[in-house]
Antibody
Framework: QVQLQQSGAELVKPGSSVKISCKAS????????MHWIKQQPGNGLEWIGW????????KYNQKFNGKATLTADKSSSTAYMQLSSLTSEDSAVYFC??????????WGQGVMVTVSS | DIQMTQSPASLSASLGETVTIQCQAS??????LAWYQQKPGKSPQLLIYGASSLQDGVPSRFSGSGSGTQYSLKISSMQTEDEGVYFC?????????FGGGTKLELK
C-alpha cells in the first residue's frame, strides 16, 4: 500500500535552515509528482511546490521562491524540502503529498517545524 | 492566483442531518475541484475529485456537484465520524490553492 513517511518534528532557531524528508513506498516513486503543502496552526493549506523525482524537475509557488528547495533521491525513494532563513512565519506543519490527476491522493503524516530562539 | 472561498466557516449538524458546504472560485475552474476531510492531528484525505467523482473507499453519503465557479459538497446523513475540517482545492492552475476550510461538528 502507498505510504509517505515523513521525518520527525523540528525545533530550529531563527535564521537557520531545516531539511525535512518524505520517504515513499508502495508505488513507483519516479512516476508521480511529489508536492509540499504548508499548514499554519488554525489556518488553511498553502501549496509550496512540486518535484518530479523521475528527472528532478521542480515548480514553486512564487511566494516560496528562495524559501523552499525541493530535491529527491531516487535510490532511497525519498523527497526532501529544505527551508532557509527561517522566521516565526515558517512555524507550521509541512505535508508531502502525491499528485494523482490534478489532486493529492496520499499524504504524509506531516512534520511540525517550530522556529524559536 | 485563483482564490477559493468556502462557506460557512463552521457549522454543526445532528446525526442523520444533510450537510452542504459551498466553495466559490474566483474564476471558472472547469470542474477541476477536489474536496478533502481533515481530522485533528491528521493529514487531509481526498473525498471527491473532478468536482463530483467519489474517491475509492469514501462512503457514498458524500457527494460533490457544481460547475464554473460554484461548487458544493453534500453529506446526505451526518455521522459521528464526519466531524472534521473540510477543504476544497482547485486543480486547474498553478499555484494550486485551497479554500479556508469549513469546520463541521456534531450537534
Amino acid at each position: 500500500q502507498v505510504q509517505l513517511q515523513q521525518s520527525g518534528a523540528e525545533l530550529v532557531k531563527p535564521g537557520s535552515s531545516v531539511k525535512i524528508s518524505c520517504k515513499a513506498s508502495g508505488y513507483t516513486f519516479t512516476s508521480y509528482d511529489m508536492h509540499w503543502i504548508k499548514q499554519q496552526p488554525g489556518n488553511g493549506l498553502e501549496w509550496i511546490g512540486w518535484i518530479y523525482p523521475g528527472n528532478g524537475n521542480t515548480k514553486y509557488n512564487q511566494k516560496f521562491n528562495g524559501k523552499a528547495t525541493l530535491t529527491a533521491d531516487k535510490s532511497s525513494s525519498t523527497a526532501y524540502m529544505q527551508l532557509s532563513s527561517l522566521t516565526s512565519e515558517d512555524s507550521a506543519v509541512y505535508f508531502c503529498a502525491r499528485q494523482w490527476r490534478y489532486y493529492f491522493d496520499y499524504w504524509g503524516q506531516g512534520v511540525m517545524v517550530t522556529v524559536s530562539s | 492566483d485563483i482564490q477559493m472561498t468556502q462557506s460557512p466557516a463552521s457549522l454543526s449538524a445532528s446525526l442523520g442531518e444533510t450537510v452542504t458546504i459551498q466553495c466559490q472560485a474566483s474564476e471558472d475552474i472547469y470542474s477541476g475541484l477536489a474536496w478533502y476531510q481533515q481530522k485533528p492531528g491528521k493529514s487531509p484525505q481526498l473525498l471527491i475529485y473532478g468536482a463530483s467523482s467519489l474517491q475509492d473507499g469514501v462512503p457514498s453519503r458524500f457527494s460533490g456537484s457544481g460547475s464554473g465557479t460554484q461548487y458544493s459538497l453534500k453529506i446526505s446523513s451526518m455521522q459521528t465520524e464526519d466531524e472534521g475540517v473540510y477543504f476544497c482545492q482547485q486543480g486547474l492552475k498553478y499555484p494550486r490553492t485551497f479554500g479556508g476550510g469549513t469546520k463541521l461538528e456534531l450537534k
